[in-house]
Nanobody, 119 residues
Framework: QVQLVESGGGLVQAGGSLRLSCAASGRTFSSYAMGWFRQAPGNEREFVAAIIRNGISTTYADSVKGRFTISRDNAKNTLYMQMNSLKPEDTAVYYC????????????WGQGTQVTVSS
């Protein structure tokens, strides 16, 4: 099992940047694929980005492609997401998640960090 704690959220003006971090407990961080999701008020949780275990391959939602960058440091048990050119529609609670090898959905979730982008 892994425990995830997000940080780095806050209030930023449109066009600004934030860097989210997700610290993972345990010594098996590198065995999990990792992802970022977000949920805005009144909306369902949506996928934002994901990265495979060795960090070589990433995937993004179309809405953030070219603006957000997901990365990981397996030596530090930490997942990151650099968010640039932020828009008001990026306002949401952002969650990191871990997925065990094999088929299925993400297995472990953090508590979330609020990102608010003002216009």
């Amino acid at each position: 099992q892994v425990q995830l704690v997000e940080s780095g959220g806050g209030l930023v003006q449109a066009g600004g940047s934030l860097r989210l971090s997700c610290a993972a407990s345990g010594r098996t961080f590198s065995s999990y694929a990792m992802g970022w999701f977000r949920q805005a008020p009144g909306n369902e949780r949506e996928f934002v980005a994901a990265i495979i275990r060795n960090g070589i391959s990433t995937t993004y939602a179309d809405s953030v492609k070219g603006r957000f960058t997901i990365s990981r440091d397996n030596a530090k048990n930490t997942l990151y997401m650099q968010m640039n050119s932020l828009k008001p529609e990026d306002t949401a609670v952002y969650y990191c998640a871990a997925k065990r090898p094999g088929p299925g959905t993400f297995d472990y979730w953090g508590q979330g960090t609020q990102v608010t982008v003002s216009s």
